[in-house]
């Protein structure tokens, strides 16, 4: 049975409706290794989970082509999918790796020991020798005010600190830790973050992701044998086809948050003592960026015919390598979705994908809780609602 003939009227209203539920789940995120990091527009867990469950099967092959903070990527795996995930950003790359790497007990124990003896012990005053070698003026621009430079010397100290750990996966996932902490004390604080509340913070986080990830390798084993480790791939999705397995093996499903036209959103920064922007995510994980903000989101808000090219090369890449009859499930946003939501239907048309409506024919709209938005019009925030897209590869 073809993946066209799998889904009957009845079967996709259900599920339909299965996704608007998810959709609508207003709960904080949570579960598994979600929280490992706040990625910017990232969408609920829920929605990705019932999206996965319905439309594809243990084994079959999941794809994210916009994968940011990972959140398909792990719920494919926990749910027995094979699964990969494609992003300009080395920051979604790095995170998405830290969620779906299981560690080894020596790793788990030499975690715990950093976290409980580790972070408490690294105080300001300290001045190793060896300090200077991790700041780096450039990669910690804006990090020198007196708000943020008590956590800034912090920070740095930890980063000394992980060249005593165990591993590689160890120290990748103690960075995620400080990424973790690190963007709750500095990015959009109205206050400066006391010493005491950061190394508090720290070694709690570190713990609780430590159990997200223990809960997350029970749910692989669940799918023993079915679920590989994730394909993450650090490029474009215009050149998707190039990569394994994809330049030989169709995918069975697209579930995805491509960028937003119109809508300014820092994917590759933080903003501090006011909206001045730092590069330090990508110190704190040891990656590489010197993209400006248009890079991650196809263009200049301002650049939205930029931006409508740019999209339909990736979805139209995105059809190559996905099966006949295969759905493409996604949640969008426009700063303007009367004259971009049609423009945008126009590009996936184009892309030769065919929309699937409801019985009733009605859009699941959600209302966005709890992020920033700069969007390019005045008044209420367009870019704060999201729709939910389902089209099917024809």
């Known amino acids: 049975m073809s993946i066209g003939q799998r889904y009957t009227s009845g079967s996709i209203d259900e599920s339909l409706s299965e996704l608007r539920r998810a959709a609508l789940d207003t709960r904080p995120i949570a579960g598994l290794t979600h929280r490992f990091y706040r990625y910017p527009a990232r969408f609920s867990p829920a929605f990705a989970a019932a999206a996965i469950a319905s439309f594809s099967k243990p084994g079959e092959l999941v794809l994210d082509p916009y994968m940011g903070g990972g959140t398909t990527v792990v719920e494919a795996l926990a749910q027995g999918r094979r699964v990969v995930g494609c992003d300009l950003n080395s920051l979604a790359i790095f995170i998405g790796k830290v969620k779906t790497t299981v560690l080894s007990t020596d790793d788990r124990q030499a975690l715990t020991q950093w976290a409980g003896e580790v972070v408490p012990s690294l105080l300001y005053s300290s001045t190793p020798e060896e300090l200077p070698n991790v700041l780096c003026m450039r990669r910690t621009r804006n990090l020198s005010l007196p708000s943020t430079r008590p956590i800034k ?23 995620c ?8 004390a500095l990015n959009g604080r109205k206050r400066a973050t006391p010493l005491h509340e950061f190394r508090r913070r720290l070694s709690i986080t570190t713990q609780e ?61 933080w903003q501090v003592d006011g909206r001045r922007e730092t590069p330090a995510p990508y110190w704190l994980a040891a990656c590489q960026d010197g993209q400006s903000a248009a890079f991650y989101n196809f263009a200049d808000r301002r650049a939205v015919e930029t931006y409508f090219v740019e999209s339909l090369r990736t979805l139209k890449s995105i059809r190559r ?19 971009q939501l049609p423009r945008y239907l126009q590009n996936m048309s184009e892309a030769e994908f065919r929309q699937v409506h409801t019985r009733d024919s009605k859009p699941i709209w959600r209302a966005v809780p709890g992020r920033r938005w700069h969007a390019t019009i005045k008044g209420p925030l367009s870019g704060s609602r999201e729709i939910v897209l389902v089209h099917r590869a024809c």
Do not use: C
Request: hydrophobic residues 45%; negative net charge.
């Open 321 to 339: 390598v996905l099966k006949d009859g295969a759905l493409f499930v996604q949640m969008v946003a426009f700063s303007n979705p009367e004259e």
């Open 153 to 175: 010397k912090v920070l740095a100290l930890a980063l000394l600190s992980l060249r005593n750990l165990p591993s590689k996966d160890a120290e990748d996932f103690a960075r």
């Open 177 to 184: 830790a400080l990424l973790n902490v690190g963007q709750w």
């Open 209 to 269: 992701m430590l159990t997200g990830l223990g809960k997350f390798e029970r749910k692989l084993q669940e799918y023993s044998g079915m679920a590989a480790k994730p394909v993450l791939i650090h490029d474009t999705a215009v050149n998707l086809e190039l990569y394994e397995p994809l330049d030989s093996e169709k995918a069975s499903l697209v579930v995805s948050s491509p960028p937003y036209p119109g809508i300014h959103m820092l994917y590759h920064r």
